[in-house]
């Protein structure tokens, strides 16, 4: 495993490591800009479907980081990329918004709702009945069921909502068909990031807040592995699991440092 000062690539989530609730946490600017004056190749990563990399962008940028749209990927990316290696310019029908529907449109794919080759179930704020039992019955006639990402429930202004894991749960619950989910804790989304960013494993830092998404994927996908403390994790969440992180950071704002490209400002 790779020590930090051998880590020449990083992938890092993106909500409760860069960003809270729209602002921007501390550190998160500078070490964007280390990686940026530096030539580091780097990802954000979000599990995430809704919203495309130049959505994402926009979004950050009212955070105060300037993320340029290619160095993000989306779990809605990593679906499209790994469908496109299933069935080249294959088809899909689609429950998600425009992450997921541009993702596959790039990829090269058609949009049906007959006979598709996967039905795919992203995040949407709008989750519709007529959508889902349309679903149902087309798994049950042989689509390849697919879901971005697991998580059971997002945040809003009002509380928690039902999410992607939620109305996938309810499919399999219908079809008795358990979907392949491409998102993070899989370690495909991170093997699809690095693809991208021409990185390797040995020489690659995964940065999340997370024990049961970030780290586990991280871990499995052999990268460095660094848990910041300003998401969900607190000690007692750590402990919960049989695994630990390379190392564990009170924020990011720990691995900046005073780099050549700025030794003028000493």
Same mark, same amino acid.
């Given at each position: 495993?790779?020590?930090?000062?051998?880590?020449?690539? !990083?992938?890092?989530?993106?909500? +409760?490591?860069?960003?809270?609730?729209?602002?921007?946490?501390?550190?998160?600017?500078?070490?964007l800009?280390? !990686?940026?004056?530096?030539? *580091?190749?780097?990802?954000?990563?979000?599990?995430?479907s809704?919203? /495309?990399?130049?959505?994402?962008?926009?979004?950050?940028r009212?955070?105060?980081?300037?993320?340029?749209?290619?160095?993000?990927? /989306?779990?809605?990316?990593?679906?499209?990329?790994?469908?496109?290696?299933?069935?080249?310019?294959?088809?899909a029908?689609?429950i998600?918004?425009?992450?997921? /529907? &541009?993702?596959?449109?790039?990829?090269?794919f058609?949009? *049906?709702?007959?006979?598709?080759?996967?039905?795919? %179930?992203?995040?949407?704020?709008?989750?519709?009945? =007529?959508?889902?039992?349309?679903?149902?019955?087309?798994?049950?006639? +042989?689509?390849?069921?697919?879901? &971005?990402?697991?998580?059971? *429930?997002? $945040?809003?202004?009002? +509380? $928690?909502? $039902?999410?992607?894991?939620?109305? #996938?749960?309810?499919?399999?619950?219908? /079809?008795?068909?358990?979907?392949?989910?491409?998102?993070?804790?899989?370690?495909?989304?991170?093997?699809? #990031?690095?693809?991208?960013?021409?990185?390797?494993?040995?020489? *690659?830092?995964?940065?999340?807040?997370?024990m049961? &998404?970030?780290?586990?994927?991280?871990?499995?996908?052999g990268?460095? &592995?660094?848990?910041?403390?300003?998401?969900?994790?607190? =000690? #007692?969440?750590?402990?919960?699991?049989?695994?630990?992180?390379?190392?564990?950071?009170?924020?990011?704002?720990?691995? %900046?440092?005073?780099?050549?490209?700025?030794?003028? =400002?000493?």
């Open positions: 495993m790779a020590r930090r000062d051998e880590i020449e690539c !990083w992938l890092t989530d993106m909500d +409760g490591v860069l960003v809270h609730e729209n602002s921007a946490l501390p550190g998160a600017a500078a070490l800009q280390q !990686w940026t004056d530096t030539g *580091t190749p780097f990802l954000v990563l979000t599990n995430n809704i919203f /495309t990399p130049r959505d994402l962008s926009a979004r950050l009212d955070s105060g980081l300037n993320v340029p749209e290619d160095r993000i990927w /989306t779990s809605a990316l990593a679906t499209a990329d790994f469908l496109k290696s299933q069935i080249p310019g294959g088809s029908f689609v998600g918004e425009a992450g997921i /529907t &541009t993702a596959l449109h790039e990829a090269g058609i949009m *049906t709702e007959t006979d598709p080759d996967f039905v795919v %179930v992203g995040e949407t704020r709008n989750y519709s009945f =007529e959508a889902i039992t349309k679903a149902i019955r087309l798994i049950l006639k +042989g689509a390849r069921f697919i879901a &971005t990402n697991p998580d059971a *429930t997002g $945040p809003s202004a009002d +509380g $928690p909502m $039902p999410a992607t894991g939620a109305i #996938a749960a309810l499919i399999t619950k219908a /079809t008795g068909m358990d979907p392949y989910i491409v998102g993070k804790p899989n370690p495909m989304m991170f093997r699809s #990031a690095m693809n991208k960013i021409g990185a390797h494993s040995e020489n *690659t830092g995964m940065i999340g807040d997370r049961d &998404t970030d780290i586990i994927a991280g871990i499995e996908a990268l460095h &592995t660094i848990l910041v403390m300003t998401g969900i994790s607190d =000690e #007692a969440e750590i402990n919960r699991y049989p695994f630990r992180p390379d190392e564990i950071l009170s924020g990011v704002h720990k691995l %900046v440092t005073q780099t050549p490209v700025e030794s003028d =400002e000493i």
